[in-house]
């Protein structure tokens, strides 16, 4: 079990990350690309992309496996790490002594290719042969679906939102689903092993991560700056060819129409079935039509919690709204 202790500065500084994280992705895939379980939501994923892996990709696997402790210097908590390129910059740039005291912490559970003696050493080409390992991954397994796995983790931003309006810091903490129980000071977590992470007024960032399994990661070394990393929902069928680049003559053509338009504009901050049928004077099927049409042409994602549905719009649909505004529509 995870057991997270807050103090009461702790709770003026919780955050939800702004998006998906790159290198937390990037990892947590690797691991899930090696499991078996969660073949409902990810199986069709792992058929799809284990043929597609370059050679590369296989200096991954071994620092990240299926079960057990990951060096945290995989994901950095530091530096400029808003882009892929920028966070592989961060990583390749790992001082000595947080390789090595990752590595040997590694290395205690596990056997580590020869390789890894080079990489605890800082030796710069193994350095960036894994940076751009990342880079060939993350092109060959994950670009393909980034704008679904975007929009899930926007939708589930929307969510928290929601949860911190209704019921501040407590709602917030209280609702990231079952797998967390939170016991005032105290969030407890699933987890494969004990740990106690005391953040000691360094508050929490709350991270979003489409392909976090089954449970809640967080670092190892505790004095990284705290960040937990959360599963979060899925519509079953993102990787099916929904997910990918569509012809704009396909799904887009039904959407012409004041009611579906609506929908859209109410969907940019986020609402649920029953609130967009309530604010637009529109049956329920009819809403469930409506963000059908809209979430196969990709501008709507659904999240579901506590048996409600919430629609949020996608970075394109956003950008549809925006157009729409600049030609005066």
């Given at each position: 079990m995870l057991r997270v202790y807050f103090t009461s500065e702790d709770l003026a500084r919780v955050r939800v990350a702004s998006g998906p994280d790159h290198m937390w992705e990037i990892s947590n895939s690797v691991q899930t690309l090696q499991r078996r379980d969660?073949?409902?939501?990810?199986?069709?994923?792992?058929?799809?992309?284990?043929?597609?892996?370059?050679e590369s990709c296989r200096l991954l696997s071994p620092l990240l496996p299926p079960h057990g402790c990951s060096p945290d210097f995989l994901t950095p908590t530091y530096g400029d790490c808003d882009s892929l390129q920028a966070a592989v910059d961060t990583l390749v740039r790992t001082p000595p002594p947080r390789l090595r005291s990752d590595l040997s912490r590694v290395a205690a559970s596990r056997r580590l290719p020869d390789w890894a003696e080079s990489l605890a050493g800082g030796d710069g080409d193994t350095l960036r042969r894994l940076g751009q390992a990342f880079h060939t991954y993350h092109l060959e397994a994950l670009a393909p679906f980034w704008q679904r796995i975007h929009a899930h983790v926007d939708a589930d931003r929307i969510v928290r939102l929601h949860s911190l309006l209704d019921g501040g810091t407590d709602g917030l903490l209280a609702g990231l689903g079952p797998r967390f129980r939170w016991r005032p000071p105290v969030l407890e977590a699933d987890y494969p092993v004990d740990h106690d992470l005391r953040l000691d007024g360094r508050g929490l960032t709350l991270q979003p991560s489409?392909?976090?399994?089954?449970?809640p990661i967080t670092l190892a070394d505790d004095d990284l700056p705290p960040v937990l990393v959360y599963p979060i929902e899925h519509d079953v069928d993102w990787s099916r060819p929904a997910a990918a680049e569509r012809p704009d003559d396909g799904p887009l053509g039904p959407l012409l129409g004041h009611t579906r338009a609506a929908v859209l504009r109410a969907s940019r901050t986020g609402a649920s079935t029953v609130e967009l049928a309530r604010a637009l004077a529109v049956t329920h099927p009819a809403v469930s039509q409506h963000v059908k049409v809209l979430r196969a042409a990709g501008l709507v994602t659904t999240v579901r919690r506590a048996g409600r549905s919430f629609h949020v719009a996608t970075a394109e649909g956003r950008a549809l709204l925006r157009s729409a505004g600049r030609g005066g529509t």
């Open positions: 969660g073949a409902r939501v990810f199986g069709e994923w792992r058929r799809w992309a284990r043929p597609r892996l370059s489409f392909f976090c399994w089954p449970t």
